[in-house]
């Protein structure tokens, strides 16, 4: 215990060095990350977070967690804001506006906060919300956080989990048996495995499946993890948030030892006692040394820019800004590049799922219409019912497999378009970041963009009851053989047009799916460029300034800025003596 207090005290001391050297030489978004680092680390806040798609019931199992139903939950997309579990004397919640200013309000208003129809697209610009309660398990700094479910169809909510990424210490990642794991979801394995240090994998609703497709579901989901996850030793978690929660609220052992939780809540004990700790300095001190790692280069930079004469200085950030122009340009080519292989790409899934309907109008009349013949003596309703069902499942299946199909060979063209693209983004990165090094003298540590593109799933098919036809429940009053005749007529009327209507919307659902993917790619490839060159241009800014107030100033600023480089190096090395295990 007593080595950790140190490593904690020792980190603390190189997070508030790093931020007072950050903001004395003005890189202040590098300052802003490191006073968060110090702040989480003296009250030892850690963040474990709950990720996963949308819908597999992250709040639920959060609230079974707590005993509570406290947060929100809904069938429909629904958590559109992070919200922080903390402990507090009685349940209270603070929201913190973007803007800066809080909120203090009831427990039964946060819905109005943090659900997507309370706050429809974050409009009343949110930018967290703090939950107080009173549980043993949030005791001694842990925050369990419910972020917003990925890859649903609202963009923005998948936006605000990513950016929440760096933020977390531990995750729990939450998925269901239906359906299995999916390619988005490896996708966010992907780029959580390289933010965090350690996840615990939950198969939730496991009162959906029996144990044989639970144990099915299970593997395939264990098989499919990324390699490089830092996975917990722990196996995958089956349970049932729903029943965890009703066997708390009403005290029921039984239902509760049966509904899986207590497994997980004891792994979590153990974890927060014995490996919480060595974690979360891990997770600190790596990223205090990537911020060290920028703030080192900016300033060896800035140290170059002193030096120069000022003319020399003022021509090469004429030439650097000159490239970034350059740069902008080629990004506007490549995103009309980009629209265009979207316009291609849907206009061609959309006349093909046309073609595919209608050529699967015989085949489906066959069918239906020998199911129909089979289906003697059954009683109007419930004919009706089972002609329901069978067009339902058989448009759906018939759609589906061909949509994959379909899809599967699209996407890989569209991978390269996309793929291009990031190498263009790259490319650009490169190039600006060469130049600044070639200007300067220097060598840049180099700054990868990689974003893949996270493909949202399809929302599904639907067919409208073949009573449902605007007479109610009217032909059910005719006689048997007129029902049929009747029955048969609106089947063979209604093959055609469900074909027809749902190669419509699986055309306009890929389109929606395509257009948002890509426009979060497109996001995330933006924002790698600002990050790997807005310090370049804020530091040759402050070494023109200098130069600006005179030559005397220039000379005493080199001088300091290698001042604070030897003082970089010191701040590293504390880090890296703090914990060995960050080896470097
Ligand atoms: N059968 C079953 N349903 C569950 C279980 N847990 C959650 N659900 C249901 O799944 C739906 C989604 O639950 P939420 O907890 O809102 O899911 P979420 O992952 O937080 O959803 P988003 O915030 O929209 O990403 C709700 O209808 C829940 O009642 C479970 O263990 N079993
Ligand atoms: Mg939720």
Same mark, same amino acid.
């Given at each position: 215990?007593?080595?950790?207090?140190?490593?904690?005290?020792?980190?603390?001391?190189?997070?508030?060095?790093?931020?007072?050297?950050?903001?004395?030489?003005?890189?202040?978004?590098?300052?802003?990350?490191?006073?968060?680092?110090?702040?989480?680390?003296?009250?030892?806040?850690?963040?474990?977070?709950?990720?996963?798609?949308?819908?597999?019931?992250?709040?639920?199992?959060?609230?079974?967690?707590?005993?509570?139903?406290?947060?929100?939950?809904?069938?429909?997309?629904?958590?559109?804001?992070?919200?922080?579990?903390?402990?507090?004397?009685?349940?209270?919640?603070?929201?913190?506006?973007?803007?800066?200013?809080?909120?203090?309000?009831?427990?039964?208003?946060?819905?109005?906060?943090?659900?997507?129809?309370?706050?429809?697209?974050?409009?009343?610009?949110?930018?967290?919300?703090?939950?107080?309660?009173?549980?043993?398990?949030?005791?001694?700094?842990?925050?369990?956080?419910?972020?917003?479910?990925?890859?649903?169809?609202?963009?923005?909510?998948?936006?605000?989990?990513?950016?929440?990424?760096?933020?977390?210490?531990?995750?729990?990642?939450?998925?269901?048996?239906?359906?299995?794991?999916?390619?988005?979801?490896?996708?966010?394995?992907?780029?959580?495995?390289?933010?965090?240090?350690?996840?615990?994998?939950?198969?939730?609703?496991?009162?959906?499946?029996?144990?044989?497709?639970?144990?099915?579901?299970?593997?395939?989901?264990?098989?499919?993890?990324?390699?490089?996850?830092?996975?917990?030793?722990? %196996?995958?978690?089956?349970?049932? +948030? !729903? @029943?965890?929660? /009703?066997?708390? $609220?009403?005290?029921?052992?039984?239902? &509760? *030892?049966?509904?899986?939780?207590?497994?997980?809540?004891?792994?979590?004990?153990?974890?927060?006692?014995?490996?919480?700790?060595?974690?979360?300095?891990?997770?600190?001190?790596?990223?205090?040394?990537?911020?060290?790692?920028?703030?080192?280069?900016?300033?060896?930079?800035?140290?170059?820019?002193?030096?120069?004469?000022?003319?020399?200085?003022?021509?090469?950030?004429?030439?650097?800004?000159?490239?970034?122009?350059?740069?902008?340009?080629?990004?506007?080519?490549?995103?009309?590049?980009?629209?265009?292989?979207?316009?291609?790409?849907?206009?061609?899934?959309?006349?093909?799922?046309?073609?595919?309907?209608?050529?699967?109008? %015989?085949?489906?009349?066959?069918? +239906? !219409? @020998?199911?129909? /013949?089979?289906? $003697?003596?059954?009683?109007?309703?419930? &004919? *009706?019912?089972?002609?329901?069902?069978?067009?339902?499942?058989?448009?759906?299946?018939?759609?589906?497999?061909?949509?994959?199909?379909?899809?599967?060979?699209?996407?890989?063209?569209?991978?390269?378009?996309?793929?291009?693209?990031?190498?263009?983004?790259?490319?650009?990165?490169?190039?600006?970041?060469?130049?600044?090094?070639?200007?300067?003298?220097?060598?840049?540590?180099?700054?990868?963009?990689?974003?893949?593109?996270?493909?949202?799933?399809?929302?599904?098919?639907?067919?409208?009851?073949?009573?449902?036809?605007?007479?109610?429940?009217?032909?059910?009053?005719?006689?048997?053989?007129?029902?049929?005749?009747?029955?048969?007529?609106?089947?063979?009327?209604?093959?055609?047009?469900?074909? /027809?209507?749902?190669?419509?919307?699986?055309?306009?659902?890929?389109?929606?799916?395509?257009?948002?993917?890509?426009?979060?790619?497109?996001?995330?490839?933006?924002?790698?460029?600002?990050?790997?060159?807005?310090?370049?241009?804020?530091?040759?800014?402050?070494?023109?300034?200098?130069?600006?107030?005179?030559?005397?100033?220039?000379?005493?600023?080199?001088?300091?800025?290698?001042?604070?480089?030897?003082?970089?190096?010191?701040?590293?090395?504390?880090?890296?003596?703090?914990?060995?295990?960050?080896?470097?």
């Amino acid at each position: 215990m007593k080595a950790e207090v140190e490593t904690e005290s020792s980190l603390r001391g190189v997070a508030c060095k790093l931020e007072e050297l950050a903001a004395a030489w003005r890189q202040r978004p590098i300052a802003a990350a490191a006073r968060d680092l110090r702040q989480r680390l003296e009250q030892n806040r850690f963040h474990l977070v709950v990720v996963g798609q949308f819908k597999r019931g992250k709040t639920t199992f959060l609230n079974a967690l707590l005993g509570d139903a406290l947060l929100p939950v809904a069938v429909l997309p629904l958590t559109s804001v992070v919200t922080v579990l903390r402990y507090g004397e009685s349940p209270r919640a603070t929201v913190h506006l973007q803007s800066g200013r809080l909120l203090a309000i009831g427990i039964e208003r946060l819905h109005e906060f943090v659900t997507e129809p309370g706050n429809p697209r974050n409009g009343k610009q949110v930018a967290h919300v703090d939950v107080f309660y009173p549980s043993p398990l949030l005791a001694g700094g842990v925050a369990l956080i419910d972020t917003p479910g990925v890859a649903s169809v609202y963009e923005h909510n998948t936006q605000v989990t990513y950016d929440f990424l760096p933020k977390i210490d531990a995750a729990i990642f939450v998925t269901s048996p239906e359906p299995p794991l999916t390619s988005a979801e490896i996708e966010f394995l992907r780029d959580l495995a390289q933010q965090v240090s350690r996840v615990f994998f939950v198969m939730n609703k496991a009162d959906l499946a029996d144990p044989q497709q639970l144990a099915e579901v299970v593997e395939f989901a264990r098989r499919s993890l990324p390699e490089n996850l830092p996975a917990d030793r722990s %196996p995958i978690f089956a349970l049932s +948030a !729903r @029943q965890a929660l /009703e066997a708390k $609220r009403r005290g029921d052992a039984e239902l &509760l *030892a049966r509904s899986g939780l207590l497994e997980f809540e004891h792994r979590l004990g153990e974890f927060l006692k014995g490996e919480r700790d060595e974690v979360f300095q891990r997770s600190v001190g790596r990223g205090l040394l990537s911020l060290a790692e920028e703030l080192r280069m900016l300033l060896a930079l800035q140290i170059q820019a002193a030096r120069m004469p000022v003319e020399e200085l003022r021509d090469k950030i004429a030439r650097f800004n000159q490239h970034l122009a350059a740069a902008h340009q080629q990004r506007e080519d490549n995103q009309v590049l980009l629209k265009a292989g979207i316009a291609r790409l849907s206009a061609a899934f959309e006349a093909a799922a046309r073609e595919f309907g209608e050529s699967q109008i %015989p085949s489906l009349t066959a069918e +239906a !219409r @020998q199911h129909f /013949e089979s289906l $003697r003596g059954v009683r109007r309703r419930k &004919l *009706a019912a089972q002609m329901d069902r069978f067009l339902a499942q058989h448009i759906g299946q018939r759609f589906e497999t061909w949509r994959r199909d379909f899809e599967e060979k699209a996407l890989q063209d569209f991978r390269q378009v996309t793929g291009r693209f990031q190498e263009a983004v790259n490319e650009l990165i490169r190039q600006a970041r060469q130049t600044a090094g070639e200007l300067f003298g220097l060598e840049m540590s180099p700054f990868e963009a990689e974003e893949e593109l996270v493909w949202l799933e399809p929302t599904g098919y639907y067919t409208d009851s073949l009573l449902d036809w605007g007479l109610g429940n009217a032909p059910l009053l005719l006689p048997g053989g007129l029902f049929r005749r009747y029955l048969l007529r609106r089947i063979l009327k209604a093959i055609p047009e469900e074909l /027809e209507r749902n190669a419509t919307r699986v055309a306009y659902d890929f389109k929606r799916r395509l257009q948002e993917s890509v426009s979060a790619f497109q996001r995330a490839m933006d924002r790698h460029l600002e990050e790997a060159i807005l310090g370049i241009q804020q530091a040759m800014q402050a070494a023109l300034e200098q130069h600006e107030a005179g030559s005397a100033e220039a000379d005493q600023l080199a001088a300091r800025l290698s001042d604070a480089l030897r003082e970089l190096d010191a701040i590293r090395a504390s880090a890296c003596q703090a914990i060995p295990s960050l080896a470097c």
